[in-house]
């Protein structure tokens, strides 16, 4: 038999970048973050934010909520908290991801740079096809910029089912690890 220990964690909403808040750029977004200095592709954003919990104990607000690789396990962020990436918003054909995320073995789920980013441009990424019903219109899955949609594009013509590591992100990513970053493992 195996014993399994859990952990609840609160993960912290700080960045390893500049952003800053304001209004999205994506009609009825609300919110978006913002990019306070210019960022290299591969180049570290910050860790999905809030208590990561089991699904069953999650109160409040659903918005805020990113799945992790632990099964029933979640990360809920709190949204009135106006800082980390919890704020970045869903792209649309006129805002296109620019945003990547990986949910890491550790549960936690990083968000990095998924092209070069310039100074002021609100940061977008694309949910995955999983996120559930949304109340606004999302990048078609033949633009979007993620890699893994292209894959699930060519195959289902769909966005990406999952968050996990395309192929070559590993090496990248290690190599932009910030040198602040002790407890992350890719």
């Known amino acids: 038999n195996i014993l ?20 999205s750029n994506i009609k009825g977004a609300g919110l978006g973050l913002f990019l306070g200095e210019k960022l290299e592709k591969y180049d570290w954003i910050g860790l ?20 992790t690789r632990k099964p029933g396990i979640v990360i809920s962020a709190d949204g009135n908290i106006k800082r980390g990436v919890h704020l970045v918003n869903e792209g649309n054909n006129n805002n ?3 945003v990547f995320y ?10 990095f740079a998924g092209r070069n980013i310039k100074k002021n441009e609100e940061l977008i990424t694309c949910y995955s096809c999983s996120y559930g019903n949304r ?8 633009k979007c910029t993620d ?40």
Not at 4 to 23: D, F
Not at 152 to 175: A, C, D, Q, V
């Open 4 to 23: 399994v220990i859990y952990i609840k964690m609160n993960i912290q909403y700080n960045t390893y970048c500049k952003t800053y808040v304001k209004k």
């Open 48 to 67: 999905y934010p809030g208590i990561m919990d089991k699904i069953e104990k999650i109160n409040g607000d659903p918005v805020y909520i990113m799945g």
């Open 96 to 98: 296109l991801p620019n």
């Open 102 to 111: 990986v949910k890491l073995y550790s549960g936690k789920c990083l968000y």
């Open 135 to 142: 109340p606004y219109a999302i990048t078609d899955s033949n």
């Open 147 to 186: 890699p893994r949609c292209k894959i699930m594009n060519n195959s289902i013509g769909t966005h990406r089912n999952n968050s996990f590591f395309y192929r070559g992100w590993k090496k990248k990513l290690k190599e932009k690890k910030p040198k602040k970053v002790k407890d992350v493992y890719i």
